[in-house]
């Protein structure tokens, strides 16, 4: 997010002071001080969780050398696309920040994984290709430069919002992209919601699916609500992980700390030692 971060250098260290109290560096430092658990160990088990999707893809499109419903580049490109998840993984897990940075730096691997493990899950499926792997290749792919496309302008629109709220600015905001992220929590409770009505209605809803007229006839009607209904949807589905992981106000704190930083440890009498971990 350059342009966010040419934004915030442009707030100046007094107004920053205003705003950001011992309280903020504390929390940017060490989050919460009732967590039972340490920030090193929790990252160990976040990268346990989030290496198990794209490791069993990559297994099973390696498994499946003799399948012939399956195109070998499909499988290559799809066990590639994992690899590439994998790596990016532990590149962020290995990364390190300075002491003052260590809640902050956690709170940005959480949201990243958050982002790899759906990208991941859209990666698996360019090895479903039943024989023809441009039908599955192109759309995904597509789908995948959409994703990142919005997870950029969403981050971007937050932080902006969050600027304009502390800093009084101006900086124009998009209500359709702020309106899509709060979607995505709805969505969460919808689809939990309609998971406990089809587990309890579920013999009902086959029987009404194999019986509808409607829906066994008139494919273009299902193409035309798939395309309109669909397709949104998995837009607002898409931000689930910015809805849950990604925190705005810690994130635009976090930049100005970090463009501060040593001003900020002289404000509050940090030892350097304290501050950045050396």
Not at 65 to 71: A, E, F, T, W
Not at 97 to 102: C, I, N, R
Not at 117 to 123: E, L, M, P, R, T
Not at 154 to 176: A, P, Q
Request: proline share 2%; with cysteine; aromatic share 14%.
């Amino acid at each position: 997010m350059k342009q966010v971060d040419k934004i915030i250098s442009t707030i100046s260290f007094e107004e920053a002071n205003q705003i950001i109290k011992f309280q903020d560096i504390y929390k940017i430092m060490s989050g919460n001080p009732n967590d039972k658990f340490a920030i090193v160990l929790k990252k160990k088990l976040i990268l346990l969780v989030g290496l198990f999707l794209p490791l069993i893809a990559v297994i099973i499109y390696v498994q499946s050398n003799n399948d012939p419903s399956i195109s070998t580049i499909s499988k290559i490109i799809a066990s590639f696309s994992e690899l590439i998840i994998i790596a990016l993984m532990l590149f962020f897990f290995l990364k390190t920040s300075a002491k003052f940075l260590e809640y902050y730096s956690y709170k940005n691997f959480c949201y990243m994984f958050g982002k790899l493990i759906y990208i991941s899950y859209f990666c698996a499926g360019l090895g479903m290709d039943n024989g023809n792997y441009l039908t599955t290749i192109i759309p995904i792919f597509l789908c995948l430069v959409v994703f990142i496309s919005l997870y950029y302008k969403i981050e971007k629109n937050i932080v902006m919002d969050e600027i304009n709220k502390l800093f009084k600015r101006e900086y124009k905001t998009s209500t359709l992209l702020t309106t899509m992220l709060k979607l995505s929590g709805v969505v969460v409770v919808v689809i939990i919601v309609g998971m406990q009505l089809y587990r309890l209605n579920k013999s009902w809803l086959k029987g009404f699916i194999e019986n509808s007229d409607v829906l066994n006839t008139n494919a273009t009607i299902s193409d035309i609500v798939g395309i309109f209904i669909g397709i949104p949807l998995l837009m607002i589905i898409t931000l689930i992980p910015t809805f849950f992981l990604f925190d705005a106000n810690l994130y635009m704190k976090g930049k100005i700390i970090k463009q501060y930083s040593e001003e900020f440890r002289q404000e509050y009498d940090f030892k350097k030692e304290e501050w950045y971990g050396e």
